[in-house]
């Protein structure tokens, strides 16, 4: 049931090169302000850092798990469309570029988005004991980072 967290890890793993000298790595955790995931999730969150350097953890007061993970990795054409071409159900997303989808991974809502030279993938646990956000609120969340990466 913990498919999500090693998506999490291995889109981490991502070669650095594949984004230009210049760009600063965006913030997982900055991203999207406290406030915005409250007025989206309608509860209060805490965000820590997630367990790469491109991940957050996002936690809905009172579950011990994450709820959401948002990761921001530097884009690698080949691993997105393996990625992309391996996920079955998915749905296009307008307003989230070429390569913006939602699909549900083991019940629970993931939505992906390719901007400047990053993947945007912001994904929800599956585990019980968890605050499940609907795929509508995933997608809003998106938008908002896909705004400002």
Not at 10 to 16: E, H, K, N, W
Not at 68 to 75: D, E, F, G, L, W
Not at 115 to 144: E, N, V
Request: proline share 9%.
């Amino acid at each position: 049931m913990k498919r999500w967290l090693p998506l999490a890890g291995l889109l981490g793993l991502l070669p650095l090169a594949a984004v230009p000298a210049t760009a600063a790595q965006p913030d997982a955790c900055r991203i999207v302000h406290p406030s915005e995931y409250q007025r989206v999730l309608h509860k209060r969150v805490k965000l820590s850092q997630g367990e790469g350097l491109t991940s957050c953890n996002v936690r809905v007061a009172g579950p011990q798990f994450p709820s959401i993970i948002p990761n921001v990795n530097p884009y690698n054409a080949a691993y997105v469309n393996r990625l992309l071409a391996s996920l079955t159900g998915k749905q296009r997303v307008p307003g989230l570029g070429p390569k913006g989808y939602a699909v549900l991974i083991d019940g629970a809502p993931t939505v992906y988005a390719v901007r400047h030279g990053y993947i945007i993938a912001f994904q929800s646990g599956a585990d019980p004991g968890q605050y499940h956000p609907t795929m509508a609120q995933m997608i809003a969340l998106t938008k908002i980072a896909y705004g400002r990466v």
